[in-house]
């Protein structure tokens, strides 16, 4: 038996497929095709959750979406735990576990229920009044406090062992909701044969066909008909039918996100597949269908356990099979609640009575409901509710007031009316009308190519929202395509309703018994705890816009986002202000219409795929040899290789010294390379850098520097003359892709006329730098074609040739101040030639070394680092680099930024180096430098270090730092405070080592 | 995601394909070096940041690499048009581009 | 001080150095796909003006595609259109473009990148959903028919796609991108058969 309160009679769900399930602990029985809510009211539960504020007991109050009180912990292991899962849309699979949230100790005693009874300290903007006082408190007491009590349910604290996946699409007709309405605009866009997608939110198609059983279409019952239906779209090539899924977002041009909620509801989800599968759809045209969404009835109590919408009663009872009650009572202000009364007393309940608000209403289901014999009571209000963790009883008056009567109950079913769900047309940047006689917000002005049918565009009636929808089906394809395929819209057979429900309006805002001048407890948003009471003291207290009521109230502002409370929030507020309803205003639908899971909303981009690694052709011997690695950009660089024993500060200290003394291979393929080639190059290099290029020869090499069009330098780095027409432009390696597109650009629409065009070349060569006293020797057996000797090959020039049998391009140059090369190979052949490299390094005392000796090394030669020695705001002259500046040139990027008032300044920061007064002390970079330590904090800051090292080869610590007016302090002696003392420093000149530059040329 | 029409692949692609590259239709004077300070700073640091229709250079960096120009509202976030780099500034603007559709 | 010029004689005892492209060999697949490195290939970037397209399809021995998003193919050489004056010419048969274009003395740049790009080839009825994982172009074949051409994205990487029939894609991309985009790839082929 899988619940005393099912009903074999009645619902779809096959009793035999029985599931397993557990509630705090506590073991149920229910049945495939159940919702977790389903399955608790199958076994008599109602009792599932406590409210965000006062802890009240809270039950069941939809069947859907829209539920904002039944929420609850799916717990499959230890880091499978989701909490805020609406049990009404958990689907149950055996051996689910679910745990109630927002209590302690247990659900049917909960300590924190002590805040209904401090209530009126907590009303509406408490946050803004209570906690002012004393000021100190906020950070030690009241901040932490709120923190461990605010949110719902507890967030996982292990990694998401799940997989998402992602898909873009594409699509004419997007379809959202498969209603009746959805469903029949798919219907007349599939078969012109466009492409089409269908979604919605729910397990089975068919939206409210699920509960409205007195319909009929194409002589089948409502959900039947909805069933065979999307068994025909989804056997079409041109249709994907997706559901469990969600239209979360409805972004610009048609696109739009949805979340498929593919394993959830799965026993065994199994590794293959993804938990969720993000959609990011781009629609020609969309049709929305998102129905309607019943509100509840706001009076005093009506929050109790048992309480619910009409609808969600009718949907467990015609769906699941599950009498919500035994003995119900309806509060209502339409017609539709007295379909879920004769629903109810056709499948064997008792109806206790009928409550109608209204006077005196007529219509099919009102006779149909006396002549089963059920009470039926007009002009009259449920005023109170009875009953704590299960409602017991509604207490009934007449609306103007008069003698009450108290009915017991297990269950009140309630219904305000429908509010058309017009969240993502909204999102759409359309605009809501509002409809005077139905009270409704309806479209109203379409800001993309969107289209709205059924019941969220405010059509009433089955017949007429699918006439609607089949109509606007068909006329989205034909606009979608303007074909063949266009042309045959609409021309299949349209669905035919042969039987449906009626239909009437309803009302918004409070009740009687909870209207003006009362301080019951009658909720307008169930989730965070707002009454009716709370909305009218917001306008009392001054807030006019509906905007400033919700964020004082915070009405909608929970994870349901108000689907059942907006519109009885602004009514009430409207009521208040006595203004009518448009004069309010509607807050803004804002994505998301659900809670989407950060795994759907990342999707791949987690692990390995969260950034692209990029390693290069040489990396693996680097790895292999136990080399740490630094990333740089995305790139991972080997930072040191450390022998046996060595800490960092040893291993750069060895290659250092190695460098000098015999000869270092680095690996210097992440260096930007571009191609410049045409018979413009040299005049494009011209404009580009600040140098001369054109009388630069075939054959040799030149550091250029490249400003922005402010005068600040942007990057730097050799670049070889290959050709007249041919350059080798290398750049540094986190500037390599921002000095193309800066190089593209200036060429595409500054230079245009230039004939000259760029490749980037970066990944076309890796690059071995062989530097040091030794390095000829290394290269020289290897090579082919090239004559190496300093006569033919001198310090700064390039050549073709061959190494290893391989394509070479060889640059002399060196960023060490060493005799040094750098060896361009083909990508595929870089790790060949260094172990070749290697091998030869090897008889001549030869090390590897990593990006901090290569840092060290230039630092010792006074070579400054774009990036690291320069912040963006350093001219070529501040950098010592003004010869650098071709004199006589008359245009180049940043030439007139150059002479900027600011820049020709004097005291200007600029490069120096720096010693410390104790060798043995290495200065921290970004340590601020002041001429007087003993100066009041905070004091003169006149410069930072830029670049600190401890220099092996010296024999003593370096630094190179801005300072302003620095060349003009040379020797003068400056500080460096830091927190545990200050450091005496000398400045001097930025070259530590080899001050000639002799080694340079052998 | 935003769909811009490339005019140099001469249809719509989507907006992770391209990155905007700042207000269009300024121009580097051909003698930069002889601008005054006022001139230079008009042209380097001015912008108009219209509410309403701007002028801009967007780059289809990951399509066909072109610089372009776009014309778009930055209040409705609309393309109303794109044109290519080095063509001038329309005088007239579409009809309607921005307009809402009523329905 | 060390003669600096190795004669022939030493080279001819050279070890010869081999190839090691990234990631070769590697392949993964998924229920309707597979994900394959594909062996190196001879590539250029070609920039030409309308003047030298002619003789430089003469070259080549394929017609330069000068429409958006095309490409054209013939012995084993495919020449894609990147953008105006942008073409990725790829030889598959072993032989030489950048030699072919140095015959043409019009103006055009003809760079090397055959080192630059993997290809990796993605086929199977799920090869299109594979790639829209991460790509957001449209991939039927009305929008991107049997030889269209495109440089786009894949996740957060750039790519070339070509499609060589309607469930035979080659995605291109550059060296050090390629474990992220095959890694990619592979998860998307995980969720193809959907």
């Known amino acids: ?1002 | 995601m935003l769909l811009i029409r490339c005019p140099y692949c001469e249809e719509e692609r989507p907006e992770l394909e391209f990155r905007n590259a700042g207000e269009a239709h300024i121009a580097r004077s051909a003698d930069i070096a002889g601008d005054s300070d006022d001139d230079f700073e008009k042209f380097f640091f001015i912008r108009s940041n219209p509410k309403g229709i701007i002028y801009e250079r967007w780059r289809h960096i990951h399509g066909c690499a072109r610089f372009f120009n776009a014309v778009r509202d930055t209040i409705t976030d609309k393309f109303v048009m794109t044109y290519k780099a080095g063509e001038p500034k329309p005088s007239k603007l579409p009809n309607n581009s921005n307009d809402v559709v009523a329905k | 001080m060390a003669k600096a010029v190795a004669s022939k004689a030493d080279t001819a005892v050279l070890p010869s150095v081999e190839r090691r492209p990234a990631l070769a060999g590697r392949a993964a697949s998924g229920p309707s796909v597979k994900v394959e490195m594909l062996p190196p290939a001879q590539r250029i970037s070609l920039r030409a003006p309308e003047t030298a397209i002619a003789a430089l399809s003469d070259a080549l021995g394929v017609a330069l595609p000068n429409k958006p998003k095309t490409s054209a193919a013939m012995s084993g050489r495919t020449a894609l259109w990147l953008g105006p004056e942008e073409w990725l010419v790829i030889d598959e048969a072993g032989n030489d473009p950048l030699a072919d274009c140095a015959k043409v003395p019009l103006l055009h740049s003809a760079v090397g990148i055959s080192h630059r790009n993997v290809a990796i080839a993605v086929t199977g009825a799920g090869a299109a959903a594979t790639i829209n994982a991460g790509c957001p172009q449209d991939l039927s074949l009305d929008a991107f028919p049997v030889g269209a051409a495109s440089r786009t994205i894949l996740g957060k990487a750039e790519i070339v796609l070509l499609r060589n029939g309607p469930d035979d894609f080659r995605v291109e991309c550059w060296r050090s991108f390629s474990d992220y985009v095959f890694t990619f790839l592979s998860e998307g082929a995980r969720d193809a058969a959907v």
Request: aromatic share 8%; charged share 20%; glycine share 10%.
């Open chain 1, 1 to 1002: 038996m899988s619940g005393a309160f099912r009903i074999p009679s009645a619902g779809r769900l096959k009793q035999a497929k029985t599931a397993r399930f557990s509630f705090d602990g506590q073991s149920y029985t229910g049945i495939e095709g159940d919702t977790l809510a389903s399955a608790l009211l199958a076994n008599g539960v109602h009792l599932v959750g406590r409210s965000f504020k006062y802890h009240r007991p809270r039950g069941i109050l939809s069947a859907g979406a829209e539920e904002p009180n039944a929420l609850v912990e799916i717990r499959r292991d230890a880091a499978r735990r989701t909490p805020n899962v609406r049990a009404t849309v958990q689907e149950l699979y055996d051996g689910l576990e679910a745990q109630s949230q927002n209590r302690w100790p247990s659900l049917s005693f909960d300590v924190g229920a002590v805040n209904d009874i401090a209530s009126p300290m907590l009303s509406a903007g408490f946050y803004y009044k209570t906690f002012m006082w004393p000021k100190a408190a906020w950070k030690s007491l009241y901040e932490p406090r709120i923190r461990q009590a605010a949110g719902l349910g507890v967030s996982p604290d292990k990694p998401d062992p799940d997989h998402y996946s992602s898909r873009y699409a594409h699509c004419d007709v997007l379809v959202l909701g498969g209603g009746a309405a959805g469903i029949a605009a798919a219907l007349a866009a599939a078969d012109a044969g466009v492409r089409v997608i269908l979604a919605d939110e729910q397990a089975e198609f068919g939206g409210s066909l699920r509960f409205e059983a007195a319909a009929k279409i194409d002589g089948q019952d409502g959900f039947s008909w909805a069933q065979a239906a999307v068994a025909r779209l989804s056997a079409m090539d041109n249709v994907r039918v997706l559901s469990r899924t969600t239209a979360f977002g409805y972004y610009a041009q048609n696109f739009v996100g949805l979340v498929e909620r593919v394993s959830d509801h799965l026993k065994n989800p199994g590794h293959d597949l993804p938990r969720e599968r993000l959609w990011q759809v781009r629609a020609k045209r969309v049709v929305l269908a998102s129905g309607a969404i019943e509100r509840h009835m706001v009076f005093a109590d009506n929050d109790r356990p048992g309480i619910m919408l009409a609808g969600a009663a009718r949907t467990f009872l015609n769906h699941h099979g599950v009498a919500v009650g035994r003995n119900v009572g309806v509060y209502t202000a339409n017609d539709s609640a007295y379909s879920a009364a004769i629903d109810l007393k056709k499948a064997g309940v008792n109806v206790a009575a009928i409550v109608d608000l209204r006077d005196n209403p007529t219509g099919p289901v009102i006779d149909e409901a006396r002549a089963l014999g059920i009470e039926v009571n007009f002009g009259r209000a449920v005023i109170r509710a009875g009953g704590k963790l299960r409602v017991n009883s509604m207490t009934v008056q007449p609306k103007n007031g008069g003698g009450e009567r108290t009915v017991p109950v297990d269950a009140i079913l309630m219904s305000a009316g429908w509010t058309p769900s017009v969240h993502l047309f909204s999102q759409s940047r359309g605009k809501v009308a509002f409809n005077d006689e139905t009270k409704r917000f309806v479209p109203g002005i379409y800001a993309q190519d969107c289209v709205s049918v059924g019941a969220c565009n405010g059509t009433d009636g089955l017949s007429a929202s699918m006439d609607e929808a089949y109509a606007a089906g068909a006329k989205a394809a034909r606009d979608a395509s303007a074909g063949d395929l266009g042309a045959k819209a609409g021309k299949g057979t349209k669905p035919k309703v042969d039987a449906s429900e009626s239909w009437s309006r309803g009302m918004l805002g409070a009740a009687p018994g909870a209207g003006p001048g009362t301080t019951v407890k009658a909720f307008v948003d169930f989730q965070n705890d707002v009454t009716a009471k709370d909305i009218r003291q917001a306008v009392h207290e001054g807030m006019r816009s509906i905007e400033h009521v919700k964020r004082f109230t915070t009405n909608g502002m929970a994870t349901d986002q108000g689907k059942t409370s907006n519109m009885h929030g602004l009514a009430i507020a409207a009521e208040t202000l006595g203004k009518p309803i448009p004069a309010v205003g509607l807050t803004t639908f804002r994505a998301p219409y659900t809670p989407v899971t950060f795994g759907a909303i990342i999707s791949h981009a987690r692990g390995p795929l969260f950034d692209p690694t990029r390693k290069t052709a040489i990396h693996p011997w680097a790895e292999a040899q136990g080399a740490v690695f630094e990333d740089v950009g995305q790139w991972k660089r080997a930072w040191y290789f450390p022998q046996a024993g060595e800490d960092m500060h040893a291993a750069v200290g060895r290659e250092c010294v190695a460098v000098r003394t015999n000869a270092g291979l680095f690996d210097a393929s992440t260096l930007g390379k571009i191609e410049v080639v045409g018979p413009d190059a040299a005049k494009f290099m011209e404009l580009l850098y600040t140098n001369p290029w054109e009388k630069l020869e075939p054959g040799r090499c030149r550091y250029g520097i490249m400003l922005r069009e402010d005068g600040f330098i942007y990057d730097d780095g050799v670049v070889g003359r290959l050709a007249p027409d041919r350059f080798h432009v290398t750049t540094t390696t986190g500037g390599a892709p921002r000095v193309m597109n800066h190089m593209e650009d200036y060429l595409q629409t500054e230079f245009p006329h230039l004939n000259v065009w760029l490749t980037s070349i970066t990944e076309q060569w890796a690059v071995i730098a062989v530097q040091g006293p030794k390095s000829r020797d290394i290269i020289a057996p290897l090579v082919e074609d090239i004559d190496v000797s300093d006569e033919a090959m001198p310090h700064m020039s390039v050549r073709e040739g061959r190494i290893c049998g391989v394509p070479t391009r060889l640059f002399r140059m060196s960023f060490t101040g060493e005799r040094g090369f750098e060896v361009n190979v083909p990508a595929d052949y870089g790790q060949a030639v260094w172990e070749a490299l290697w091998a030869e390094g090897q008889k001549h005392g030869a090390t590897a070394y990593g990006t901090e000796a290569m840092h060290v090394l230039r630092a010792e030669k006074g070579y400054i680092i774009v990036g690291q020695d320069t912040d963006g705001t350093l001219t070529p002259n501040d950098a010592g680099l003004d010869w650098a500046v071709g004199k006589k040139k008359t245009d180049f990027v940043g030439i007139r930024g150059l002479t900027r008032p600011d820049l020709i300044a004097k005291g200007r920061k600029q490069l120096i180096g720096l010693k410390t007064k104790d060798p043995k002390v290495v200065l921290e970079e970004g340590a601020q430098i002041v001429e007087d330590p003993k100066q009041a904090i905070p004091m003169k800051m006149i410069g930072h270090v830029t670049s600190s090292y401890w220099s092996q080869n010296c024999g003593r610590s370096i630094a190179l730092a801005a300072v302003a007016g620095g060349r003009d302090r040379m020797g003068d002696t400056l500080y460096v405070p830091m927190p545990d003392g200050v450091i005496e420093v000398e400045v001097t000149g930025m070259v530590f080592f080899d001050e000639t530059g002799g080694r340079l040329n052998g």
